[in-house]
């Protein structure tokens, strides 16, 4: 017979291992702290890249709304042609959003275009669901990569200056 004491000790140590397996066997938290891959929990529907390339060949019944931040955008691309409005934004901008067409939000896992969905719906707009960017490239869509323009220099380029000179004396020698 295991006593008391016994019992507990043994208790303890078999929760702690099943704690540990059921830790190790949970999906790695992403760069925002989300883990990799999180139940559903909004009533606009997960797109698969079958369902989302159905929607984008007829571009004139459908609007892109990419909700994500534009070094997001830069950073991962996006589809061909679409409204860039990010979630704090979204009710704010609603005017801007033709209610004539379906709406696909995008986001890099559909996460927050699942919740932009959600807040588009409350709104009488039809949403044909979200998608990740990510996501439908990992299921062999193809995603348009943005460049960034370049930064503008504060300081005067040479090729610039001269004509900027030349310009100015032009000026003070009519005068």
Excluded: C
Aim: hydrophobic content about 45%; charged content about 20%.
């Amino acid at each position: 017979m295991i006593k008391r004491k016994n019992f507990i000790a043994l208790f303890l140590t078999v929760a702690a291992a099943s704690a540990m397996a059921q830790q190790a066997a949970t999906p790695a938290a992403g760069a925002n702290g989300a883990a990799a891959e999180q139940a559903w929990k909004y009533k606009t529907k997960r797109l698969e890249r079958n369902e989302v390339d159905a929607l984008l060949a007829k571009p004139e019944k459908l609007v892109v709304i990419d909700v994500r931040r534009p070094d997001e955008l830069t950073a991962k691309g996006s589809f061909p042609v679409y409204l860039n409005i990010q979630n704090k934004e979204l009710e704010k901008s609603l005017a801007y959003i033709p209610k004539d067409r379906v709406i696909l939000t995008v986001s890099n896992h559909a996460v927050r275009a699942g919740a932009a969905g959600d807040l588009l719906a409350a709104k009488g707009f039809t949403v044909a669901g979200a998608t990740g960017s990510e996501d439908y490239e990992a299921q062999g869509g193809t995603i348009t990569k943005i460049a960034a323009p370049p930064p503008r220099n504060a300081a005067a380029t040479p090729t610039t200056t001269p004509a900027v000179t030349t310009a100015a004396t032009v000026v003070k020698k009519d005068w």
